[in-house]
C-alpha cells in the first residue's frame, strides 16, 4: 500500500510539474530552461509534502527530511541518466524504450530512499495506535462477571438467505453468554425489516414464533440502512444494545469481549476491523482513503469501523436528542462523549446473499459523512475562489503588459476562451457543494420522520 501511494505521488508530481512547464511556456512566455526550472520545483515540493504527511507519515523535521529527500532525488535522478545512455549506446534501442527502462531504477532507488533514508521516522496509522492503547485497557481476571439484559438489533434488507444461519449462529451465542452467567436468560436479537420486496419479513415472523429469543420490528418503507438501524436502537429494551450487520461479516465472538469491556465500565465499544485482507484492492484502498480524508476534514470517527458496536442504555437515551435527519451514524455516535473502547475482530466474507451496499450507495454514504460533520467542503471553495481570483488577476496584468508594452500580442481564442470554461467550471463546482449543502438544510427544516414502524413482534 506504501508503494502504490508513493507511485500515485509521482503521478500527481508529474501531472503538476508539466502543466506547470507548458503553463509558463505559452502564457508566461518563459523559456525553456526558465519553465523547466519553475516546474520541477513545484513538482519537487509536492511530492515532498505528499510523501512526508500522507505516503510516509514521517515524524520527522522538516529542513532535514528535505535535504535527505533531495539528495535520493538526485541519485535517482543520476542513475536514471546513467541507465538511459548505457541502454541507447551498448544495445541501440529506441530513446524513448532506454528512457521507459531508466524509470525503473529511479523509481526503486526514489522509493527505498524515502522509506529508509529521507523519511526515517514513520507515524503509524491511528489504527495501530488504537490497537495498542486498547490492548491492556483493564485486567479482566479484576472484573466481576455480572448479568446483563442484552438486545442485539439486526437491520435486515432482501435478507432471506442468510436469516436462518444468523439466527442459528446468535442463538449459539446467546445460549453460551447465558451459561456462562454474562446476559440473562431474556436477552434477545430484533431483526428490523427496512421494506423489504423478498420473504424476509416473512421469516422473521416464522422465526419469532419458533424462536423465543427472536424479535422483529418491520417498517412501512424502505429507508435506507441508517434509519432502519435508528429506528432498532430507539424502540428495543435492554440494558446494553448491540448492533451487528445480519450478513455474519462481522464476528459475533467479539460481542463476548464487548459485554467484558461494558463490564469493566465502558459505555460504548466499537467493533473495529483488524484488516481488510476480504476486500479487493479498490476497495481497501478507497476505504482506507475516505477514512483519512474524513479524519483531514475535522470529522470524529473510528477508523475501519462500520455498524458494529455495543450501547449502554444512558448513551441510547442521549442519541434520542439528535434528532437530524441526514444520518451518518459513524459520527454521531463518537460525539457522545462517553467512555469508550475498541475491540477488534477479522471480517469474513458474506455468508450468503449479495451486498445492499454497492459503489454508488458507498459513495452517497460517504458524501453523507463530509457534508453532515464538515464545513471544510465550504471553507475549500471559498479558498479555491480566492486562489482563482488570483490567478485570474495575474493573468489579467500579464495580457495588459503584453498589449501595452510589447509587440507580441496575438489576437486569439485560447486567452479568451480557456479562461471563461475555466471560471465557468470552478463556479459550476463551487455551486453544486453549495447545493449540496442547502438540499440538507432544506430537508432539515422540513422535520419529516426518519421513519414509521409498522409493525412490532
Request: charge should be neutral; include cysteine; glycine fraction near 6%.
Amino acid at each position: 500500500m506504501i508503494l502504490i501511494r508513493y507511485l500515485m505521488v509521482g503521478v500527481a508530481n508529474t501531472l503538476v510539474g508539466l502543466g506547470t512547464i507548458y503553463f509558463a511556456m505559452y502564457f508566461l512566455h518563459f523559456n525553456v530552461v526558465q519553465s523547466n526550472a519553475i516546474g520541477y520545483s513545484i513538482g519537487i515540493l509536492l511530492s515532498f509534502s505528499l510523501n512526508k504527511t500522507w505516503t510516509f507519515s514521517s515524524q520527522d523535521h522538516i529542513t532535514s527530511s528535505f535535504i535527505r529527500y533531495l539528495l535520493v532525488l538526485g541519485i535517482g535522478y543520476a542513475a536514471n541518466l546513467a541507465t538511459v545512455l548505457y541502454i541507447y549506446s551498448h544495445f541501440y534501442l529506441s530513446p524513448y524504450v532506454a528512457q521507459a527502462i531508466g524509470i525503473l531504477p529511479y523509481t526503486a532507488i526514489g522509493f527505498l530512499g524515502s522509506r529508509y533514508f529521507a523519511f526515517r521516522t514513520q507515524g503509524r496509522s491511528s489504527a495501530a495506535e488504537n490497537k495498542l492503547s486498547n490492548k491492556a485497557v483493564f485486567d479482566k481476571k479484576s472484573v466481576t462477571p455480572c448479568m446483563v439484559d442484552v438486545s442485539i438489533v439486526v437491520p435486515c434488507y432482501n435478507e432471506e438467505a442468510v436469516l436462518a444461519e444468523t439466527t442459528k449462529r446468535l442463538a449459539d451465542l446467546l445460549q453460551q453468554l447465558i451459561i456462562e452467567g454474562r446476559i440473562t436468560p431474556s436477552s434477545r436479537v430484533y431483526y428490523v425489516d427496512d421494506g423489504s420486496r423478498d420473504k424476509t419479513w416473512e421469516l422473521i415472523e416464522c422465526l419469532a414464533e419458533t424462536h423465543e429469543f427472536v424479535h422483529g420490528i418491520q417498517l412501512s418503507r424502505n429507508r435506507g440502512q441508517q434509519n432502519a438501524l435508528l429506528a432498532g436502537l430507539l424502540s428495543v429494551e435492554g440494558e446494553v444494545i448491540i448492533s451487528v450487520d445480519v450478513d455474519l461479516q462481522d464476528d459475533l465472538s467479539a460481542i463476548k469481549e464487548m459485554i467484558e469491556y461494558y463490564t469493566a465500565g465502558y459505555d460504548i465499544v466499537y467493533g473495529v476491523r483488524d484488516s481488510r485482507e476480504t476486500d479487493t484492492f479498490f476497495k481497501s484502498f478507497t476505504a482506507k482513503a475516505y477514512y483519512r480524508l474524513l479524519g483531514m476534514m475535522g470529522v470524529e470517527i473510528i477508523y475501519n469501523h462500520a455498524e458494529y458496536r455495543l450501547m449502554s442504555r444512558q448513551t441510547i437515551e442521549v442519541l434520542k436528542e439528535f434528532s437530524e435527519v441526514n444520518l451518518f451514524l459513524r459520527g454521531i455516535i463518537p460525539q457522545l462523549g462517553f467512555s469508550s473502547a475498541i475491540v477488534y475482530y477479522n471480517r469474513a466474507e458474506r455468508y450468503a446473499g449479495e451486498s445492499k451496499y454497492p459503489l454508488i450507495k458507498l459513495i452517497s454514504l460517504a458524501w453523507q459523512g463530509i457534508t453532515s460533520f464538515s464545513s471544510m467542503p465550504l471553507h475549500f471553495i471559498t479558498a479555491l475562489g480566492l486562489l482563482v481570483s488570483l490567478i485570474s488577476f495575474l493573468i489579467t496584468a500579464w495580457a495588459i503588459w503584453i498589449r501595452l508594452f510589447t509587440d507580441d500580442a496575438v489576437p486569439g481564442w485560447a486567452s479568451t476562451v480557456l479562461p471563461i470554461y475555466f471560471l465557468g467550471g470552478i463556479q459550476l463546482l463551487c455551486l453544486g457543494v453549495i447545493g449540496e449543502y442547502l438540499a440538507k438544510i432544506y430537508s432539515e427544516t422540513k422535520r419529516r420522520p426518519r421513519y414509521t414502524i409498522k409493525k412490532i413482534i
